[in-house]
């Protein structure tokens, strides 16, 4: 609104010098291998995460340095990286000691609550493959991850255990272990569920890192696509030398930082950002085990002296509509640093985090098949509000459109729209779908990773988000596939088909929205739809289950059969239909 177009940097916010001084010079002199040497390597060879993360600092001069700064609702409590390390042997030893193998999958549903973070790492240490769900997931798609992934063991608390994890606990043959986190310290009765404190009290104190390899499985994420089951992204223990450059350059940390990545560890950017690349560099990090709450995280930004701060759209968008009244109440003299990813940041939000903190709101985008950042506004150039940013060093990107026979076209000229590409080889690339072999190989047209985003370039280089080319839904920066979603509707009695789009809200960038028909002897009423509701907020969770439910005669199918989301979509918003060819007579 009447603001200039580009945000340039002044000498205060270059007062503490960034890693990345010269964009151009940087990017020509990088290298992958060139970053690797920069982490240690495991003292008999091979590469690990937790090492690089956690032992090496405490075999070090940081070993006292607080890794960890947890803000439970009662305590605060804070962990060293001596400390860390030392838990992370414990829970390493607690796997090995259950017969837990190398390249097994370890699941963790918890809160933000330091076992998650002591089983993340822990595992890493015993070579198994971790996979941190969402709290917030309702007993439905935590099966459907579990049982994709053939977890053998789940990390979870009393109270997640007794509502999501025992009412699916029969569907899931592969799991031989649960490690209960509880405050009764009681040994429980139920056969192969372990008492995770006890088991951690009896554990030695060194473990030796099993000798993993660059290319070894080390993370599972799930991701949504439009069709099918959530998709399983493997991910390498290699990746750890992309979440160290761009913890250095992206984020810019400083060994004094204090960082507070604010996303859960149950998406990629909690794992990747929230766990992984502080510790890579040595720095303090805080972990809310809150929920949002405005003056809450105005509170703690001042009261921890946070100095990076990397957050999410849907997050800033609330703090504004909090007001800046509240966020004035606060000072903030030591953040430094502000970076924001998961959905388009409206170029409002960008200005308003220099009127209120004093500093503009840097975007960045990636996803979780790219393991961590790929394009971003960097610390020292200027801001587009409202545009990705450039390309890091070592990253390739491209705007590009595939044509029929698979080749892709590489759209040079700026401006022209296309689909994002980017040329394979960064170390955190996914290696793999889990049990996909074929939805794996689609991502890829000869060296171009293709990232399913809709894009343009300027003339200078910035990348400027356009949407998404399939049906996902982007709610408060989670994805969420429509499919699951209708899944768990068409379980409830009276739902005869359910198409489920996302609609554009100011708050959040987009509300799950469903339209259902009914069976035969079904009303469309108002107590149907709060009873379809609340069936569907206890099968998949509140992140996940439709805010808005409208009833439907038929709904739009294609001649093939598949409901027509777009065209829902179109109708809802009142856009045009677009080609209809192939839409289902009388639909
Ligand atoms: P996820 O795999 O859950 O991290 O979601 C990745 C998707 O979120 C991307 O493919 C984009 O559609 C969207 N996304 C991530 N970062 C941005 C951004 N900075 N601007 C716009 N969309 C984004």
């Known amino acids: 609104m009447g603001r200039p177009a580009i945000i340039h940097k002044t000498a205060a916010d270059l007062a503490v010098p960034p890693h990345l001084a010269d964009y151009a010079a940087t990017c020509r002199a990088f290298s992958w291998d060139a970053a690797r040497r920069e982490l240690a390597g495991l003292p008999g060879g091979g590469l690990n995460i937790a090492f690089e993360a956690v032992d090496r600092h405490a075999q070090g001069a940081r070993a006292d340095h607080v890794a960890f700064r947890f803000l439970g609702s009662q305590a605060q409590r804070d962990i060293s990286y001596r400390e860390l390390s030392r838990l992370t042997n414990r829970f390493a030893n607690v796997l090995k000691t259950l017969g837990v193998q190398r390249g097994e999958r370890v699941f963790v549903l918890t809160g933000r609550i330091p076992e998650l973070y002591t089983a993340v790492l822990g595992s890493f240490k015993n070579g198994c493959v971790v996979s941190p769900l969402f709290s917030a997931f309702g007993p439905e798609p935590l099966a459907t991850r579990l049982k994709l992934g053939e977890g053998a063991v789940l990390v979870t608390t009393e109270g997640l ?121 040595g720095v303090t990090s805080i972990v809310d085990e809150a929920e949002f709450d405005a003056e ?24 504004m509509k909090a007001g800046a009244e509240l966020a004035r109440k606060y000072s903030y003299p030591r953040l430094r640093f502000v970076a924001s990813v998961g959905e388009p940041l409206n170029p409002e ?59 892709v076209e590489v759209l040079d000229q700026p401006g022209r729209e296309g689909e994002l590409a980017l040329k394979r080889g960064w170390p955190s690339m996914l290696r793999g779908y889990l049990n996909n072999e074929e939805r794996y190989r689609k991502c890829f047209a000869g060296d171009w990773y293709l990232t399913g985003d809709l894009a343009r370039r300027d003339a200078d280089g910035y990348y400027w988000f356009v949407g998404r080319l399939d049906d996902v839904i982007k709610s408060a920066g989670h994805l969420i596939g429509p499919f699951e979603v209708e899944s768990a509707l068409m379980e409830h009695p009276a739902v005869a088909e359910a198409g489920v789009i996302g609609k554009p809200d100011a708050l959040v960038g987009e509300v799950v929205k469903a339209f259902v028909s009914l069976k035969e002897g079904f009303e469309p009423s108002e107590a149907l739809r709060m009873e379809l509701l609340g069936h569907a907020r206890k099968k998949l969770g509140a992140a996940v289950a439709p805010k808005e439910i409208d009833f439907l005669a038929t709904l739009p199918r294609t001649r093939s059969g598949k409901i027509m989301r777009r065209l829902l979509k179109a109708r809802e918003l009142g856009l045009p239909e677009g080609d209809t060819s192939t839409l289902e007579a009388g639909a």
């Open 161 to 281: 255990y007794e509502h999501k994890v025992a009412k699916i606990r029969q569907q899931l043959p592969a799991l031989r272990h649960v490690l209960l986190v509880g405050d009764e310290g009681q040994p429980t009765n139920l056969p192969d569920t372990h008492d995770l404190a006890r088991l951690m009290a009896q554990a030695p104190d060194a473990f030796d890192i099993v000798a993993t390899q660059a290319e070894d499985p080390a993370l599972l994420h799930f991701t949504s696509g439009t069709t099918g089951t959530p998709k399983g992204a493997l991910h390498v223990h290699g990746a750890v030398v992309t979440h160290w450059a761009t913890g250095r350059y992206t984020l810019d940390l400083h060994a004094d930082d204090i960082f507070w990545c604010t996303a859960d560890p149950g998406w990629v950017t909690g794992t990747s950002y929230g766990i992984i690349a502080p510790l890579l560099h």
């Open 296 to 319: 809450r995280w105005w509170r703690i930004l001042h009261e921890q002296q946070v100095s990076v701060w990397y957050t999410a759209p849907t997050a800033i968008r609330m703090l």
């Open 349 to 407: 939000a960008v200005w308003w985090g220099l009127d209120v903190l004093g500093k503009p709101i840097h975007d960045n985008w990636w996803q979780t098949e790219t393991g961590g950042i790929m394009i971003a506004n960097l610390p020292a150039l200027d801001i587009k509000p409202g545009s990705m940013g450039l390309p890091l060093p070592g990253v390739e990107a491209a705007i590009v459109r595939q044509h029929a026979d698979g080749p």
